[in-house]
């Protein structure tokens, strides 16, 4: 089964419009970490926001926040006011504690094409 | 910028090539990974260090073996690679342990295997 869920393959958003990507994730682990990053077509990943999974408040940067609905195991990206530059592949990840006491990666869901139109 | 650093940034190669990615990070992060990505698709966990010491390995081929010097440094050397090798690799580094810690990536090496 699959542990992060994007179901949005692409999307086009309005210049300004408020936009929201969808993830849903899997774990049984009471401790985790939700993380959301940004891939521009030059290749880099670039780390936005993050959610614990203990956190009583949705997680706030700048224009993102992050719409976290423990319950549904849902950790949606609102992207406020988007411009052309959020136009990139958006990567909804988690990270599990970690096991015998290494570090663990991330595991990424498939991902969200977005592209603002002027 | 990024903080994590990987040359080359374009590397094509043979078959028959031995050729090496590297990545440093100045953070003092403990441990770091290499992840494979394929165009249009997430990004594939290859091998975490942990304290210099190798401590996952997802089954990757052994034509790629990672090494960690020290812990500023990762390198990933490449043997006999095959032509659907050719993706994107990234380099990351994290504080030791805890979900609570992100990864930094590198701007990654766009490798073309010929």
């Known amino acids: 089964a699959q542990k992060i869920t994007q179901t949005q393959p692409g999307m086009f958003v309005q210049e300004k419009e408020a936009v929201t990507l969808d993830c849903t994730y899997d774990t049984s682990d009471p401790s985790y970490g939700l993380f959301w990053y940004k891939q521009p077509s030059s290749g880099e990943m670039i780390f936005l926001i993050y959610q614990g999974s203990y956190d009583q408040q949705n997680a706030t940067e700048g224009r993102y926040s992050l719409n976290f609905q423990k319950a549904r195991k849902s950790a949606n990206l609102v992207i406020s006011a988007s411009q052309l530059g959020d136009s990139a592949m958006y990567f909804c990840a988690m990270r599990e504690r970690e096991s015998g006491g290494g570090a663990d990666g991330l595991t990424f869901g498939k991902g969200t094409h977005l592209i603002i139109q002027p | 910028d990024t903080e994590v650093t990987q040359t080359p940034k374009h590397l094509v190669m043979g078959m028959t090539n031995k050729k090496s990615l590297k990545c440093e990070q100045h953070?003092?992060?403990?441990?770091m990974y290499w992840y494979k990505q394929k165009a249009k698709k997430p990004p594939e966990l290859m091998f975490v260090?942990?304290?210099?010491?190798?401590?996952i390995n997802e089954s990757v081929p052994s034509r790629f073996s990672p090494e960690c010097p020290n812990s500023s440094l990762l390198n990933l050397h490449l043997h006999a690679l095959q032509p659907e090798d050719s993706a994107l690799y990234l380099c990351?580094?994290?504080?030791?342990?805890?979900?609570?810690?992100?990864?930094?990536f590198g701007n990654g090496t766009r490798l073309t295997v010929t």
């Open positions: 990351a580094s994290s504080i030791q342990g805890g979900s609570n810690s992100p990864l930094h």
């Open positions: 953070m003092g992060h403990r441990a």
């Open positions: 260090y942990s304290y210099e010491k190798l401590s």
